[in-house]
Nanobody
Framework: QVQLVESGGGLVQAGGSLRLSCAAS????????MGWFRQAPGKEREFVAS????????YYADSVKGRFTISRDNAKNTVYLQMNSLKPEDTADYYC??????????????????WGQGTQVTVSS
């Protein structure tokens, strides 16, 4: 069992930056791949980024590639999402998720086993 708690969301102007954190409980955190997803009002939850268990391999949605960076610190049981050059269309609730498939290649929300409660990101124009 893994419990996930996101933090770091907030209101930012377009072009600004935010860093989201996701703290995980449990001694097996390092065995899981981690992902970030987002869901805007009235839209389906969508993949943002993922990282494999060792942090060597990362994957990004085309819409955030070059602007967002996912990373993890297994010693701190934490995964991060650094978001730069934010745009109003990045406004959404952001969720971290853990996947028992440690490769980090999964992009479908249904492939992930554990979810946090989400943190809200609002980008003003």
């Amino acid at each position: 069992q893994v419990q996930l708690v996101e933090s770091g969301g907030g209101l930012v102007q377009a072009g600004g930056s935010l860093r989201l954190s996701c703290a995980a409980s449990g001694r097996t955190f390092s065995l899981y791949a981690m992902g970030w997803f987002r869901q805007a009002p009235g839209k389906e939850r969508e993949f943002v980024a993922s990282i494999n268990w060792r942090g060597q391999n990362t994957y990004y949605a085309d819409s955030v590639k070059g602007r967002f960076t996912i990373s993890r610190d297994n010693a701190k049981n934490t995964v991060y999402l650094q978001m730069n050059s934010l745009k109003p269309e990045d406004t959404a609730d952001y969720y971290c998720a853990a996947d028992r498939d440690s490769r980090g290649i999964q992009q479908g929300p249904g492939k992930y086993d554990y979810w946090g409660q989400g943190t809200q990101v609002t980008v003003s124009s």
